[in-house]
């Protein structure tokens, strides 16, 4: 099928672009406006008066008018633009907030976390998120959605990332629309005895009313924990064993309330709600009550962001069911995509949940029919088991480039998992709403918990067999984005090849594996050539990395502490050997040699030729008296001193007007050595 005979889809694209652009540009509020407004009038008056005008002229000043749209959108939502944002004014010292919590996040060992709005910066009203971290406390309880607190203090920067390959949070958390955090205690912040109540502060408070007569229930710890994400979308409860066996058996998607979930519960309410079509007009009842249902189901979950843009999105297959043409699917998709983008948020198109989601759906879409056409079983048995695997495969093509992107590993026992656990998972997510139900209505058997709680267990424990057999797990693939656009276009080449088979298609198909391959082969052969030494940041550790090719050498005393950061190093790199060495006290940067002090150092080594002096464990040394006799070129400072040892270097260099780094400021350090 070709989908870009769809023009929904055409324009979706098109948005898609722009955004990308205004993403990749940063151009000016004025510059966005005025060139959506200029290509808008040209538009009018091709339309207006010439009306025989060629229709390319006018598809292409449609085309290039939806890109500026893109580009305006994603100006308009970036918080420069946005006149009342808190950025717009003084941070300079501490000021008064007034912060209303719109989100609790997951808690860690140390703080609970929290988004909330900024409702006003001391007596003016202002707008914007932040992230709030609080100290825990187990005599206090911890805050819930919509609480109001006030507080006096000083908003901080998102820190960005420290070593190479790690992964962006800042970034990440700025696509979000949170540009800064605040780090609070307890006892110093002011709650608000009635603050007001918003949409989401009721549905969070229902959830909440749930979940307290869940755990009311006998169920196990584990399952209560799955039936929360299953059901509610609260995953903060879900133990790391658990949630390391979804990932690891490719089952992840079943934990993640979003669109499979939405998905099957509108399969559900398109049959139990059929009798209602037997009524005069009953078609269209039943369209507005299968979206009023999809959307109450969203308030009991809890309106979070994940679940507000499949309801949205499954709003509008609801209404391609209700038109019946199958191919309305793809332009109703892609008119939920462009309006979600366009009204709600452009900066959800750089989410991952977002991606996963829609890329999904639309290889469902798209693919599992044609794998349907390929097999037609005789039997009712198999007929459904090939269309379970149809769909497995079908999502499964669509999201492989995209989780090998961000997560770098594939389950390869994908399909496993999906036959097993997916043809019960309707009757569990139906059987999981009655429970919450009769729970509420407290007319809740203990037989039904004991049988629900029954099959969560099991369908834990055939997860945690599956994700057992690690021979099957790939990990650490080394995958960039150059990779994901090709694998994409491998993927749409060959399903277009197999869709109708003709000379021109088949060869396209080949080119982009041929140069997917030949990118792999470069790859490998730039970096066999690389020598690279990488001085890293770990808080209360040291790490040096020495890449020769593809072979890398992590010297630290701690291998432990540096797991993470040598992971996404060598993955990013691909490294395909990594040997782990204590640390010695000089190196070789080419010609010139690197000396490391630590606190175990009583006499300082005679070192001729010293260009770089790295500092760790907190040395007890006249820093001053070491440079006179030593004269590197520079002085660093890594994660394992203690900032009063660093204040005080940085003031001796300042002095000597020798550069300082801190890796804990200014991140790590890496030599290009050829």
Same mark, same amino acid.
């Given at each position: ?108 060992? $140390? ?36 609480? +109001? ?17 790690? $992964? ?72 790391? +064993? ?107 198109? $750089? ?272 820093? +001053? ?50």
């Amino acid at each position: 099928m070709r989908l870009l005979r769809f023009t929904t889809i055409k324009l979706t694209l098109l948005l898609i672009c722009g955004i990308l652009i205004g993403y990749s540009f940063n151009p000016s509020l004025a510059f966005s406006f005025s060139l959506t407004l200029i290509l808008l009038i040209a538009l009018g008056v091709v339309f207006a008066f010439n009306h025989k005008a060629p229709s390319t002229l006018f598809g292409f000043l449609t085309g290039l008018l939806t890109v500026a749209i893109g580009i305006l959108s994603l100006t308009l939502s970036e918080s420069k633009n946005i006149g009342s944002h808190y950025t717009h004014h003084s941070m300079n010292g501490k000021r008064a907030y007034t912060l209303k919590i719109r989100e609790v996040l997951k808690s860690n060992d $140390f703080s609970d976390r929290y988004v909330a709005h900024v409702k006003y910066m001391d007596s003016l009203r202002v707008a914007g998120k932040v992230l709030i971290n609080i100290t825990v406390d187990s005599t206090k309880g911890t805050l819930l959605v919509d609480d +109001e607190i006030m507080v006096f203090t000083t908003f901080q920067p998102i820190t960005p990332p420290l070593n190479p390959h790690q $992964f962006n949070y800042r970034k990440y958390l700025e696509n979000i629309g949170i540009k800064h955090q605040v780090r609070l205690t307890q006892n110093n912040y002011i709650a608000n005895p009635l603050p007001y109540k918003t949409i989401f502060g009721l549905a969070s408070k229902i959830r909440n009313q749930i979940i307290e007569k869940l755990r009311k229930e006998n169920f196990g710890t584990e399952e209560l924990g799955v039936i929360q994400a299953l059901l509610l979308g609260q995953r903060n409860e879900i133990t790391s +064993e658990i949630d390391s066996d979804y990932k690891n058996a490719g089952a992840y998607h079943i934990l993640a309330l979003s669109g499979l979930h939405i998905g099957i519960l509108l399969g559900l309410l398109h049959f139990l709600l059929m009798p209602l079509e037997l009524l005069p007009k009953g078609r269209s009842i039943k369209l507005v009550v299968i979206v009023l249902l999809l959307w109450c189901f969203a308030l009991l979950a809890g309106l979070s962001a994940s679940i507000l843009r499949a309801v949205a999105m499954f709003s509008f297959v609801a209404y391609a069911l209700y038109l019946n043409r199958p191919t309305s699917n793809f332009n109703i998709l892609a008119l939920s995509l462009f309006f979600i983008l366009l009204l709600l948020d452009p900066l959800l198109l $750089f989410q991952v949940g977002f991606q996963l989601s829609y890329a999904a759906v639309f290889s469902i879409v798209w693919i599992f029919p044609l794998l349907q056409k390929l097999w037609v079983p005789k039997y009712w048995f198999l007929r459904k088991a090939w269309e379970l695997v149809s769909v497995s495969i079908a999502a499964q093509l669509g999201v492989l480039p995209i989780s090998l992107f961000y997560f770098h590993q594939f389950p390869g026992l994908f399909l496993v998992s999906s036959l097993l656990i997916l043809p019960f998972l309707t009757f569990i997510l139906g059987f999981g709403i009655l429970v919450i139900t009769l729970s509420l209505a407290n007319s809740l058997p203990p037989i039904l918990v004991t049988v629900y709680d029954t099959v969560i267990r099991w369908m834990n424990t055939v997860i945690g067999t599956v994700a057992q057999q690690e021979n099957f797990l790939f990990r650490n693939i080394s995958f960039d984005a150059i990779q994901l656009i090709l694998s994409y276009g491998i993927i749409i080449s060959m399903v277009i090849a197999f869709t109708k088979v003709s000379y021109k298609r088949v060869m396209v198909f080949l080119i982009l594996i041929l140069c997917f391959q030949s990118y792999i082969l470069g790859n490998r052969q730039l970096t066999k050539q690389k020598e690279t030494l990488v001085i890293g940041h770990i808080t209360r550790n040291t790490i040096l990395i020495h890449q020769t090719g593809q072979k890398a050498t992590v010297f630290t005393n701690n291998p432990m502490a540096s797991d993470r950061m040598t992971n996404d190093y060598t993955i990013a790199q691909n490294i395909t050997k990594v040997e782990h060495q204590p640390i010695k006290n000089s190196f070789l940067i080419g010609d010139d040699r690197l000396l490391i002090l630590d606190s175990s150092i009583v006499q300082l080594p005679k070192e001729n030729a010293i260009s770089t002096l790295l500092l760790t464990q907190s040395p007890k040394i006249n820093l +001053e008296r070491l440079l006179d006799s030593a004269q590197p070129k520079i002085v660093i400072a890594d994660g394992s001193n203690f900032r009063s040892y660093i204040e005080r270097w940085r003031a001796t260099c300042r002095r000597k007007k020798l550069p300082f780094h801190s890796t804990g400021e200014k991140g790590a350090l890496i030599y290009n050595l050829r």
